[in-house]
């Protein structure tokens, strides 16, 4: 019975090889130390329960059915196995299936980046999901990509922005905010917040780069205002705004004169670490949550301050409903404080 915890303590798991053994319990492990929700679950019935389906098991490849139910009992669709470059996750059926034709279309042509001078002297980026891979050099060619993209509009030029964060389903947060530099300026813009409300990591950017606490992580200088700016930017989101995405719209809660324009976000809104259990085989675990630059630790999707369902045109920004109704508040916004 998939999703329901059923334990029969007469019936003692039969003996699994050693590597097996050894594969669930460094899984089991990681997850009760360092999961977000490890207190949602009993981890003696949890462990008994695994160890009962795992029964006949002879290779890795026969355990990969159970790690589904294992981040189900932990309430976690965030988390995945990778395992021979495949990712076995929980599909939480709670989420209701996304409807916007628009945003998924435009998803499906595999975005990139796009910039454009709008009406009014506003600047509109594109910005999509970013998978850069783990390398600091990848994040930092990464980052530049972005810089380049937003240089290309003469920022010191531009009277306020558009975020267009509607296509950016996630990847790594450090290239899109280093990038952001110009839009942002410096300053500390958010964090990662425990289990019990203790801030961990934050997130800052000095001198136009970024920073996760005192580690430099960007390398950029292009086109940096070199001080924190003020311009108003409208924030567009769509329910395909997810996981890093959801980080870049978190870093600019609380930012003056900055509102947010679209759908509610997808809602990962945690932030995972990647373990190695054994050869190309990584548990990546939600183990925080992100909070904005006045501590506020966000458990679900963001909605945004004037709600827009549809009337997306990624072809003709003219014709979007979401860049007009940004377009008409900028037109009365003032520069923030």
Not at 61 to 80: A, K, M, S, V
Not at 138 to 148: E, G, H, L, M, S
Not at 244 to 272: D, H
């Amino acid at each position: 019975m998939t999703g329901t915890l059923v334990v029969r303590a007469q019936s003692a798991p039969a003996l699994l090889p050693d590597s097996l053994q050894a594969y669930l319990d460094k899984s089991l492990s990681l997850l009760q130390t360092y999961s977000l929700e490890r207190r949602r679950v009993d981890w003696p019935q949890l462990r008994q329960a695994v160890y009962q389906k795992a029964q006949g098991a002879r290779t890795v490849r026969d355990l990969l059915p159970i790690y589904p139910f294992i981040f189900e009992q932990l309430q976690d669709d965030h988390g995945w196995l990778t395992y021979q470059d495949k990712t076995y996750k929980w599909r939480n059926p709670a989420r209701v299936p996304y409807a916007n034709a628009a945003v998924k279309a435009a998803l499906a042509q595999k975005p990139g980046i796009r910039v454009r001078r709008l009406p009014g002297n506003v600047g509109y980026i594109q910005l999509p999901g970013i998978n850069a891979g783990g390398s600091m050099a990848a994040q930092r060619a990464a980052a530049q990509v972005v810089r380049d993209s937003v240089c290309r509009l003469q920022p010191d030029k531009i009277k306020a922005w558009i975020l267009d964060l509607r296509l950016n389903d996630g990847g790594a947060m450090a290239p899109m905010l280093g990038g952001l530099a110009p839009l942002l300026g410096d300053g500390h813009l958010g964090g990662f917040v425990g289990q019990n409300g203790q801030p961990q990591e934050q997130w800052y950017l000095k001198q136009g780069n970024f920073y996760l606490d005192t580690l430099q992580i960007t390398d950029l200088t292009a086109c940096w205002p070199g001080k924190k700016t003020t311009r108003p930017i409208a924030v567009l989101l769509s329910g395909r705004t997810a996981s890093s995405g959801e980080i870049v719209a978190i870093s600019l809660k609380g930012r003056p004169a900055t509102r947010f324009f679209g759908e509610p976000t997808y809602g990962a809104t945690t932030a995972n670490e990647s373990y190695r259990i054994s050869g190309t085989s990584y548990l990546t675990i939600a183990g925080t949550l992100d909070a904005d630059r006045q501590g506020t630790a966000y458990r679900t999707r963001l909605v945004p301050d004037v709600l827009i369902a549809e009337g997306d045109n990624f072809l003709d920004l003219n014709q979007d409903a979401k860049v007009a109704a940004a377009l008409r508040w900028l037109k009365t916004a003032r520069p923030g404080k």
